[in-house]
């Protein structure tokens, strides 16, 4: 387990056509806790974006000398997780990135990506 996230490499490992729609968020809020993906066209438009709780976040209580409990964080280096996104033929490429707070805001720092075909 790593103590701080790390960009990775994204393996898809099956892919499979549903009918119906997606639930659509309705702001962006973002939090160290969750995974932006984003679908873009094949200049770079964005056509879709979904948060997702970070698949790779494993949080952990333990005790400390003075027998109190200490929430600690923890990221896994390798998951299998789901990303539902629309079956638009635009969409060239799928991004994920890492939502980073640096005491002022948000900068996204990319993770991997995933080509669609």
Known sequence: MLKQPATGIVTLLAAE??????????????STNQILAIAV?????????KLLLD???????????SGEMRGEE???????????????PG???????????TGKDFQLVLLSTLLVE
């Open 17 to 30: 056509k549903k009918p119906g729609t997606l639930p659509r968020d309705r702001s962006l809020e973002l």
């Open 41 to 49: 066209d094949e200049k770079g438009n964005l056509r879709w974006w």
């Open 55 to 65: 698949p790779r976040l494993v949080r952990a209580e333990v005790p400390v000398t």
């Open 74 to 88: 923890y990221y896994l280096a390798n998951v299998d997780f789901i990303i539902d996104y629309p079956d638009d």
């Open 91 to 101: 969409i060239r490429e799928l991004r994920l990135y890492h939502p980073h707070w």
